[in-house]
T-cell receptor, first 113, second 110 residues
Framework: GAGVSQSPSNKVTEKGKDVELRCDPI?????LYWYRQRLGQGLEFLIY????????KSGLPSDRFSAERTGESVSTLTIQRTQQEDSAVYLC???????????FGPGTRLTVT | KNEVEQSPQNLTAQEGEFITINCSYS?????LHWLQQHPGGGIVSLFM???GKKKHGRLIATINIQEKHSSLHITASHPRDSAVYIC????????????FGTGTSLTVIP
């Protein structure tokens, strides 16, 4: 079956612009995670969705970051007024109910100029 | 301080060598995840474990709950094993977060 997909694969934007990143999880996966990976660094947790429960937003670095998810399907991560330090690869992962094993998408490489 | 420590940070091995990558964590966990990240950036799940040992092909993962330590072993290493190997743990108190190690960069030379 299809894996986790993300779009766009690459995004170059000017400082101050808003960007929207999309994640399509594996069908039937109720949990969805967003991570950020800066160049040469480890993964940073951003936000977690589980079914229709309130999302865990504890990893969002500032109020410029927000994310939504419609039911158990597509999620969008929005970064407003982008800054150069937002440049990173943004990764999405999903997992099945009752199972912590995560399946990762290919990521979106964001470059803020 | 990172609550998940990996060692070594970098590792170079000759093809065929037996490889061990270590992961240690500070307090009890509910799950530990070994991941592989290839140079192109894609991340693949290798193992999810909370106790004991798991094996898949040439890969073996073990976890010692008492010592708060896990190892990932690669037998008969091959250049295609060259990647970054990442350990991630889920703490009982950590909500839904996984806490990630900084990764071990493995290069296997033909």
């Amino acid at each position: 079956g299809a894996g986790v997909s993300q779009s766009p694969s690459n995004k170059v934007t000017e400082k101050g612009k808003d960007v929207e990143l999309r994640c399509d999880p594996i069908s039937g996966h109720t949990a969805l995670y967003w991570y950020r990976q800066r160049l040469g660094q480890g993964l940073e947790f951003l936000i977690y969705f589980q079914g229709n429960s309130a999302p865990d937003k504890s990893g969002l670095p500032s109020d410029r970051f927000s994310a939504e998810r419609t039911g158990e399907s597509v999620s969008t991560l929005t970064i407003q007024r982008t800054q150069q330090e937002d440049s990173a690869v943004y990764l999405c992962a999903s997992s099945r109910p009752g199972n912590y094993e995560q399946y990762f998408g290919p990521g979106t490489r964001l470059t803020v100029t | 301080k990172n609550e998940v420590e990996q060692s070594p940070q970098n590792l170079t091995a000759q093809e065929g060598e037996f490889i061990t990558i270590n992961c240690s964590y500070s307090v009890g966990i509910s799950a530990l995840h070994w991941l592989q990240q290839h140079p192109g950036g894609g991340i693949v799940s290798l193992f999810m474990l909370s106790s004991g040992k798991k094996k898949h092909g040439r890969l073996i993962a073990t976890i010692n709950i008492q010592e708060k330590h896990s190892s990932l072993h690669i037998t008969a290493s091959h250049p295609r094993d060259s990647a970054v190997y990442i350990c991630a743990v889920r703490f009982p108190w950590g909500g839904n977060q996984f806490y990630f190690g900084t990764g071990t960069s493995l290069t296997v030379i033909p």
